[in-house]
């Protein structure tokens, strides 16, 4: 009963190791073993770690030339992935032209694809220290994924150098147990990235895409460049996540009341990093937004289909929306009076009024989800992956 606690799809909370759903001095079951994949041992193999040059640590790391794919997990099931570390060198290359991909069992089509950083819980090509239940980032040098991944007869992870550089030292450990009796149904990881580069005013960005099956939703990274020609940066945040579950159509089952209120914060949003949400770019300070929120705590289910969406959505006083250009926003032009003397005069300047606008947006979303994933297009090209950042 405690695997089926552990794994099943109804009860995921103790999905990331809780002493609620696996208490720390259990033993193990008869044929569970623990291995680690590293270049110390590619294929976990018993005994048969640090090898290399007499067992002085002679092989930890690799380069993945451009074009290249690297095969970083090929392992038999049954078994749980429950760690992954990485490291690389923290250029734009790497961070967002190294493509990862994991596919379970006999599944050709990959359940997770996402550029590497944005995998990792960071959006935008940044690198920042920070610490959630799902992933952590100690000094902003490397990368932690801490969710458990399992898999029945096999786990294939690759990693794809679609930059023109080449990755000249990659390096990494997998943790996992095999042996692992797992249910009969259980929620298999997925991950995916995209982005919008601009979005369109009035139709809301898709974190993740209309998918079919059953599973449960953990939550995502997102990314928001504000565009157009500002003068100065507007708050972003007024927009509203909304998740359409097993046959929303029109209106959804959940939704939001604005950004910085999803991410458990208010009245605008500044850098921290909790377990189950946070805010790791600021606009001030990065010149961009970047935040998470995992819903661990409070599940997400779907038991057909979900789909899940975030507006685009700004704010300012009418003061600053007069400074505005009445081209770059036609849909504030028609929604506000503030740039007609002859309606409201000279009106409030401190009036607050939200309006549609287009922005940079980039998302990875989490979830677990019956077999088979999702058939989605390729991702952008990396030149359009790495447009328009413009990083400090």
Same mark, same amino acid.
């Given at each position: 009963?405690?695997?089926?606690?552990?794994?099943?799809? +109804?009860? &995921?909370?103790? /999905?990331? @190791?809780? =002493?609620?759903?696996?208490?720390?001095? *259990?033993?193990?079951?008869?044929? !569970? $073993?623990?291995?680690?994949?590293?270049?110390?041992?590619?294929?976990?193999?018993?005994?048969?770690?640090?090898?290399?040059?007499?067992?002085?640590?002679?092989?930890?790391?690799?380069?993945?030339?451009?074009?290249?794919?690297?095969?970083?997990?090929?392992?038999?099931?049954?078994?749980?992935?429950?760690?992954?570390?990485?490291?690389?060198? +923290?250029? &734009?290359?790497? /961070?967002? @032209?190294? =493509?990862?991909?994991?596919?379970?069992? *006999?599944?050709?089509?990959?359940? !997770? $694809?996402?550029?590497?950083?944005?995998?990792?819980?960071?959006?935008?090509?940044?690198?920042?220290?920070?610490?959630?239940?799902?992933?952590?980032?100690?000094?902003?040098?490397?990368?932690?994924?801490?969710?458990?991944?399992?898999?029945?007869?096999?786990?294939?992870?690759?990693?794809?150098?679609?930059?023109?550089?080449?990755?000249?030292?990659?390096?990494?450990?997998?943790?996992?147990?095999?042996?692992?009796?797992?249910?009969?149904?259980?929620?298999?990881?997925?991950?995916?990235?995209?982005?919008?580069?601009?979005?369109?005013?009035?139709?809301?960005?898709?974190?993740?895409?209309?998918?079919?099956?059953?599973?449960?939703?953990?939550?995502?990274?997102?990314?928001?460049?504000?565009?157009?020609?500002?003068?100065?940066?507007?708050?972003?945040?007024?927009?509203?996540?909304?998740?359409?579950?097993?046959?929303?159509?029109?209106?959804?089952?959940?939704?939001?009341?604005?950004?910085?209120?999803?991410?458990?914060?208010?009245?605008?949003?500044?850098?921290?990093?909790?377990?189950?949400?946070?805010?790791?770019?600021?606009?001030?300070?990065?010149?961009?937004?970047?935040?998470?929120?995992?819903?661990?705590?409070?599940?997400?289910?779907?038991?057909?289909?979900?789909?899940?969406?975030?507006?685009?959505?700004?704010?300012?006083?009418?003061?600053?929306?007069?400074?505005?250009?009445?081209?770059?926003?036609?849909?504030?032009?028609?929604?506000?009076?503030?740039?007609?003397?002859?309606?409201?005069?000279?009106?409030?300047?401190?009036?607050?009024?939200?309006?549609?606008?287009?922005?940079?947006?980039?998302?990875?979303?989490?979830?677990?989800?019956?077999?088979?994933?999702?058939?989605?297009?390729?991702?952008?090209?990396?030149?359009?992956?790495?447009?328009?950042?413009?990083?400090?």
């Amino acid at each position: 009963m405690r695997f089926r606690h552990f794994w099943g799809l +109804g009860v &995921i909370c103790g /999905l990331l @190791g809780t =002493v609620s759903a696996q208490n720390l001095y *259990d033993l193990a079951e008869a044929g !569970v $073993e623990t291995r680690w994949l590293s270049f110390e041992n590619r294929l976990g193999d018993k005994g048969q770690g640090g090898i290399a040059n007499l067992g002085r640590k002679g092989s930890p790391s690799t380069r993945i030339k451009s074009g290249e794919t690297f095969t970083m997990v090929d392992l038999s099931g049954p078994g749980v992935i429950r760690r992954i570390w990485l490291t690389v060198r +923290g250029d &734009i290359e790497n /961070l967002r @032209g190294l =493509v990862i991909r994991a596919y379970w069992d *006999d599944s050709t089509l990959p359940s !997770v $694809e996402a550029p590497l950083q944005d995998f990792f819980g960071i959006p935008l090509g940044r690198q920042v220290k920070f610490e959630s239940a799902l992933f952590s980032n100690p000094e902003g040098r490397s990368f932690n994924c801490f969710v458990p991944m399992p898999f029945k007869k096999r786990a294939l992870i690759t990693i794809e150098n679609q930059s023109p550089k080449d990755c000249n030292a990659l390096f990494y450990e997998v943790n996992c147990t095999v042996g692992d009796r797992l249910p009969d149904e259980i929620g298999y990881f997925h991950a995916r990235y995209r982005r919008e580069n601009p979005t369109t005013p009035k139709r809301d960005f898709e974190i993740l895409p209309l998918i079919n099956g059953k599973g449960r939703f953990l939550g995502c990274n997102v990314g928001v460049r504000p565009v157009g020609k500002y003068g100065e940066p507007f708050w972003f945040g007024e927009g509203e996540m909304k998740i359409y579950v097993d046959g929303d159509e029109q209106y959804p089952t959940l939704v939001g009341t604005g950004t910085e209120d999803l991410v458990g914060s208010a009245w605008g949003l500044g850098r921290f990093n909790h377990l189950y949400q946070g805010c790791l770019l600021s606009e001030k300070e990065d010149g961009v937004w970047g935040f998470y929120r995992y819903h661990i705590p409070d599940p997400v289910y779907f038991h057909k289909s979900i789909r899940v969406t975030l507006q685009q959505m700004a704010g300012g006083t009418a003061a600053q929306l007069r400074r505005l250009s009445r081209e770059d926003y036609p849909e504030l032009v028609a929604t506000h009076k503030v740039f007609d003397p002859a309606v409201d005069g000279k009106g409030d300047d401190n009036s607050w009024n939200n309006f549609e606008a287009p922005q940079d947006v980039s998302a990875t979303a989490y979830w677990y989800q019956t077999l088979p994933p999702p058939d989605f297009p390729p991702l952008e090209p990396y030149a359009e992956r790495i447009k328009d950042l413009g990083r400090k």
